[in-house]
């Protein structure tokens, strides 16, 4: 059998000595401007840091424990963000930027980002805040009341980061009643002219996703998959690793396998990576899982993107010239652009337009609690127990197993959805708000309808029974349940919830075209065995603890 080289591993930058320099240096006011940055906002090209004049403004950035606790944050989320934070703090620091740096043990901290601006404005005096736009309702209401309560002008600026301004994502939803990921993709791709020829798509088709959709089959990856590039933390990142420990002894997940990247540097070293090893064959297995193969062709770019450590055009450009060199078909590099041009985008968009509201909206009702298992990956199903326990010591899933396993699960069981974004808000390290809700909330629990409109992100409830599982993954030949039974002891939970929950909710997905055939599977079930099933399923949830 081949044997797959250990993953390489691209040693740290050393900058603890910019870090003790930074801590030391002593800022007085008053000052011109008092530009905030936040931990996912660290582009060296960041709006709120043009024109800044070194002798008259000082950038704040604070650690506070209220950010890492108002959801319990994984570890490594929580390492991820104040490590890149302490970096991008030397760099501006090396550039001969005044740097207000709040640490999480600071003995004056307030513990809240709300209390540290006050702090740092009674402190040092400004004219203005500046600020880029927050990536979480929430934050930006706080520091829209910054004018009022400190009485300091606020500018909060357009964040430049993105492919799409809020202006013209609504001019396109504007006048749609059903907001279609799709067209909106062929929007981006005729707009910023990407994989595009003669106005139009590379290949003669605009989504190859048909083709995207192979499992490994029995023997699994062959050979295994390049193990991503590594990046071994360094003094500062390991001081921020004893520090979590140290102050929030109590977060959940590990952050011993802590390697994630932390600087530009790092990012760029991870996008490298990808595009040469594993973008060829992103593509095909982009739905697949593997026991003991987190990462298999994934970018795991997803964290380096949110913290702004890397720009998304950036990364297409990478894979569209990957597969102008022959190096990567057009199936995996159609794919990789989608998701960035398209999905990201399209889910930043829905969560500026529709609003603060969108985070209670429940449209399916549902009401049980999140089972405890999720917190400890404790269960007897396979599928959930390694995803789970991947995510516990990963802060990590792909997408495949973020939809179809932990969010399948939960949407089928009825869990309430404010309940499953909290707990994906603060267990994977690329979680921040205006990314995870909507995928959380939207694509996964189908409960961003409201009463006149119905859902906005998914077209149809993403579910399945364990059949699927089985399918894409080698999950169920571990596991004590069935994947095709719907009756009996050894019944898979998956599949026994699945056409429960379609039974319960026949009335309200009856008017969704989409779910036309698995309705009329479902009527296919005889009614003795309908209820049958009904019992299971009631038994499953108390078994499991999903208490309505
Ligand atoms: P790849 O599979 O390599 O995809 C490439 C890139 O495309 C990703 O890095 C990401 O930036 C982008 N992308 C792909 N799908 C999406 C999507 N649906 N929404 C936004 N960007 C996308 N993504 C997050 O970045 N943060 C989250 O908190 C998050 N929560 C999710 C919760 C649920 C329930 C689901 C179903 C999806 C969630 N996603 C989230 C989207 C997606 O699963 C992750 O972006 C992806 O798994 C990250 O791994 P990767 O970088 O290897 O992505
Ligand atoms: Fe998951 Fe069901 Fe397969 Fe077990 S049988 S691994 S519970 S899908």
Redo the contacts with the bound molecule.
């Keep these: 059998m081949p044997r797959r080289p250990p993953s390489p591993v691209l040693e740290a930058s050393e900058q603890a000595g910019g870090w003790s320099a930074l801590l030391r240096t002593r800022i007085d006011g008053p000052v011109r401007r008092l530009v905030v940055i936040f931990g996912d906002q660290l582009a060296s090209d960041s709006p709120a840091l043009e024109g800044i004049d070194p002798t008259r403004d000082v950038v704040l950035m604070m650690e506070v424990v209220g950010e890492s606790t108002h959801v319990p944050s994984h570890r490594q989320r929580t390492v991820l963000f104040l490590a890149a934070m302490r970096h991008h703090a030397v760099t501006l620091h090396t550039r001969g930027v005044r740097v207000r740096y709040v640490t999480l043990d600071d003995v004056n901290s307030t513990g809240s980002i709300d209390g540290e601006v006050r702090r740092a404005a009674l402190l040092l005096r400004p004219e203005r805040i500046v600020l880029v736009e927050p990536g979480e309702h929430r934050l930006l209401a706080i520091a829209r009341g910054w004018a009022s309560t400190l009485g300091i002008p606020v500018d909060v600026l357009e964040d430049s980061h993105f492919l799409t301004t809020h202006a013209r994502f609504a001019s396109w939803a504007n006048g749609r009643r059903d907001l279609v990921m799709e067209f909106f993709y062929r929007d981006q791709r005729k707009r910023l002219d990407v994989l595009m020829e003669r106005g139009k798509p590379v290949g003669g088709e605009w989504n190859l996703d048909k083709l995207n959709r192979l499992p490994f089959g029995k023997l699994g990856p062959k050979p295994p998959p390049p193990l991503p590039l590594r990046f071994r933390p360094d003094e500062i990142t390991s001081e921020v690793m004893r520090l979590v420990e140290r102050v929030l002894p109590d977060l959940p997940g590990s952050a011993e396998t802590f390697d994630w990247p932390v600087t530009r540097e790092d990012a760029l070293g991870a996008l490298r990576d990808?595009i040469t090893n594993r973008l060829a064959l992103?593509g095909p297995y982009?739905d697949a899982m593997w026991t003991d193969e987190p990462?298999l062709?994934?970018?795991?770019?997803?964290?380096p993107?949110?913290l702004k450590l890397l720009s998304?055009r950036e990364?297409i450009d990478a894979a569209v010239h990957a597969y102008e060199e022959g190096r990567a078909p057009l199936q995996s590099v159609e794919g990789?652009v989608r998701?960035?041009c398209g999905?990201?985008e399209?889910?930043?968009g829905v969560y500026w337009l529709e609003g603060s509201e969108y985070q209670d909206r429940n449209w399916l009702g549902h009401r049980g609690s999140l089972p405890g298992f999720y917190w400890n990956g404790d269960t007897d199903m396979a599928c959930m127990r390694h995803c789970i326990e991947q995510v516990l010591s990963r802060g990590?899933?792909?997408?495949i197993?973020?939809?179809m396993v932990?969010?399948n699960f939960a949407l089928l069981a009825g869990v309430h959805p404010k309940a499953?974004s909290d707990w994906?808000?603060g267990m994977?390290v690329?979680?921040?708000d205006w990314?995870?809700l909507?995928?959380?909330l939207g694509?996964?629990?189908h409960a961003d309808g409201t009463e006149d409109r119905g859902p906005v992100v998914g077209t149809k409830p993403?579910i399945s029974s364990g059949q699927y599982i089985s399918r894409m993954s080698n999950y169920c030949g571990g596991c004590r349940f069935d994947p095709g039974a719907r009756s009996g002891d050894d019944a898979c939970p998956f599949t026994v919830l699945f056409w429960e929950f379609l039974d319960r909710h026949r009335d309200r997905l009856g008017a969704n075209r989409r779910m036309g055939m698995m309705l009329r599977n479902l009527d296919r079930i005889a009614p003795k065995e309908l209820a049958q099933i009904r019992v299971s399923a009631s038994r499953i949830k108390e078994r499991y603890g999903v208490d309505e």
């Design positions: 990808f992103f982009e990462f062709y994934h970018s795991l770019l997803s964290a993107l949110n998304p990364c990789f998701q960035i999905w990201r399209f889910i930043r990590f899933g792909h997408h197993q973020r939809l932990t969010g499953v994906y808000l994977y690329d979680a921040i990314v995870t909507p995928n959380t694509m996964s629990q993403y």
